[in-house]
């Protein structure tokens, strides 16, 4: 079983310099693109090109990829210093 399949469906997506990942499950996972070196040098149109697979992302116009598992770890590819947020929503809420 893929991990998407055991959180639910994901939506991702760029908002206000970060990429905000939306899971079914009530999981919301929030970094800012600035920590992520491919990322970084993307504009909001090739930030929000953003394919969901059943195991992670990928910016087909950044040729980046990241995993949910590592997503989840705190992992984004990041620079030092840069930290990943995890935050549990009220059951059926999603911002």
């Known amino acids: 079983m893929s991990f998407s399949n055991r959180i639910g469906l994901m939506t991702a ?5 970060m990429i905000i990942v ?3 499950n009530g999981i919301e996972v929030k970094f ?3 920590g992520n070196p491919r990322l970084s040098h993307g504009n909001p ?3 929000n090109n953003i394919q969901v697979s059943p195991f992670g992302l990928h ?3 950044l040729d980046e990829d990241l995993s949910f598992e590592g997503l989840l770890k705190g992992d984004y590819g990041q620079a030092e210093g840069y ?3 995890i935050a549990e929503q009220p059951s059926g809420y999603l911002m």
């Open 22 to 24: 939306q899971c079914g």
């Open 83 to 85: 930290t990943c947020r």
């Open 59 to 61: 910016w087909p116009d």
């Open 13 to 17: 997506f760029h908002k206000d310099g």
């Open 45 to 47: 149109e090739q930030l």
């Open 32 to 34: 800012p693109v600035g």
